[in-house]
Nanobody, 115 residues
């Protein structure tokens, strides 16, 4: 089973930036897709952004124009550059991989946007 190691979360003021990274223990082209979900207590887990094996990137409407997902296949790593962060972006960000309908999850990294 693939292992996912996330890093880069933290506390930032509104308007600030953070970059999350997620390193997979195997070749990321083994997966149909890889990306990030956000979990907020009491709410459903929501997709933030993902990238499929062909390189197509999908963003949630709430983050378009502010977040950028990229990948480094040589490092088996994806990145989520988050700019102009707002309090509504607060949550646990979970890296995931998907093969067909099977998801594997990382442990999550907390992002808190607060003044």
């Amino acid at each position: 089973q693939v292992r996912l190691v996330e890093s880069g979360g933290g506390l930032v003021q509104p308007g600030g930036s953070l970059t999350l990274s997620c390193k997979a223990s195997e070749n990321i082209f083994n997966f149909n897709a890889m990306g990030w979900y956000r979990q907020v207590l009491g709410k459903e887990r929501e997709l933030v952004a993902d990238i499929n094996v062909g390189g197509k990137i999908n963003y949630a409407d709430s983050v378009k124009g502010r977040f950028t997902l990229s990948r480094d296949s040589g490092q088996n790593t994806i990145y989520l550059q988050m700019n102009d962060l707002q309090p509504a972006d607060t949550g646990v960000y979970l890296c995931h991989t998907r093969i067909l309908r099977r998801y594997t999850w990382g442990q999550g990294t907390q992002v808190t946007v607060s003044s």
